[in-house]
């Protein structure tokens, strides 16, 4: 019996769940917002900062530390842990979605996928085998399968296309994956997850989620949605998952970062979420309060002595005006961008501690409720 993953509470009204999960760089406690360090670097936000607002899991990207600075810098530097200087866990995405809105000349075969970088046109070509091995160097807590993305919206068949090769290439990742390894001391070993596809079409994921939990990963991560899909047909896809999911290993939505996503999520029973869009709209100004959205360069703001959220206990909260970061954003000084990404990564690793308090407590409806009515 695998124990890397504890559900300590469960909701008895929904299928939300307080879990921890083990990994080989120390405990994540789920629900979990996992922030974004696409190039090895939240971006605007040092190591310090991200220990203080509480980051317990970190999400980087094998296609791009593959790409630059490449392979050979982690295998000189001991992994992207050490070169970037961060102790917790880090799940790098395998590089299937990224090879498919990024690079050019793209050509799928069965045997992997050959393309051109984004950075200088250079040939590559990813297996599924080669993409653990690449994960293998970067050294990360938890690996992906190589997954094949469709556009949205996806014809059935292009949708079932890609999911017969994500099948395929799961299976052999996964043989590669146990090979590799297999002499690793249990305690010390990364874990594997499957990312799962289909499209918007229900019994394609459905049919995707019972073939990976047969496969006997560690943990699944759910691809290809909020990526331009309606609401109801995004809840939907991710309902007929997490319907054929086992319920004692931890589910992943990939890229999915607004706070009430987060929380109808949680209600279905997803764990780990991560997304670049709090620090990318952090960047344009974009906070997220517990009132909802706030545009700082708005001219209300110019005269304001209050936070940008007064339940908020980051280091921009506890110290900036509105109107000091008003000016500073209006004045293009970066200070305002690291301070906003600061309290928007604050803002979601709360909100996910506010829901793992309402699981343990039996109230999380409630919470769900109180945090919707306040902020949309
Ligand atoms: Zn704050």
Not at 301 to 312: G, M, R
Not at 350 to 368: C, D, H, S, V
């Amino acid at each position: 019996m695998d124990h890397h993953f504890k559900v300590l509470h469960k909701d008895t009204e929904t299928a939300a769940r307080a879990a921890v999960l083990t990994t080989n760089r120390g405990l994540v406690h789920t629900p979990v917002f996992m922030p974004v360090a696409t190039q090895g670097t939240v971006k605007a936000v040092t190591e310090r900062d991200l220990v203080e607002i509480g980051t317990e899991c970190m999400l980087s990207n094998t296609y791009h530390l593959y790409l630059r600075p490449g392979l050979p810098t982690f295998e000189k530097f001991g992994g992207l842990n050490n070169f970037m200087k961060h102790q917790g866990p880090i799940l790098t995405d395998s590089g299937g979605f990224q090879v498919y809105s990024l690079s050019r000349l793209r050509k799928i075969t069965d045997s992997g996928v050959h393309f051109a970088s984004h950075i200088d046109g250079s040939p590559h070509f990813f297996t599924p085998e080669k993409v653990i091995d690449y994960q293998a160097s970067i050294g990360s807590s938890i690996w992906t399968c190589l997954d094949v993305c469709v556009k949205n919206p996806a014809s059935r068949a292009d949708a079932l296309d890609a999911l017969k090769k994500t099948k395929k290439w799961a299976e052999r990742a996964k043989i590669h994956f146990d090979e590799k390894t297999r002499h690793i001391p249990r305690a010390e070993r990364p874990q594997l997850f499957g990312i799962i596809q289909g499209s918007i079409y229900t019994d394609l994921r459905a049919e995707a989620a019972k073939h990976m939990a047969e496969l006997g990963v560690d943990g699944f991560a759910v691809g290809g949605l909020s990526v331009g899909e309606s609401k109801a047909q995004m809840m939907e896809s991710l309902g007929a998952v997490m319907d054929n999911l086992p319920k004692d290993k931890p589910v992943y939505f990939m890229g999915l970062g607004t706070p009430e996503d987060i929380w109808n999520s949680v209600e279905l029973g997803v764990d780990m979420f991560d997304c670049v869009l709090p620090t990318r709209n952090a960047r344009n100004g974009q906070a997220l309060t517990s009132a909802g959205k706030l545009y700082i360069k708005n001219a209300p703001f110019k005269n304001d002595e209050s936070p940008l959220d007064a339940e908020c206990d980051c280091i921009c909260c506890r110290n900036y005006s509105k109107a000091y970061l008003s000016h500073l954003f209006k004045a293009g000084e970066i200070l305002a961008s690291q301070l906003i990404s600061i309290h928007n990564l604050r803002f979601l690793i709360n909100q996910t501690k506010i829901m793992r308090l309402a699981i343990a407590g039996g109230t999380f409806k409630q919470a769900k409720k109180s945090f919707m009515d306040a902020y949309l």
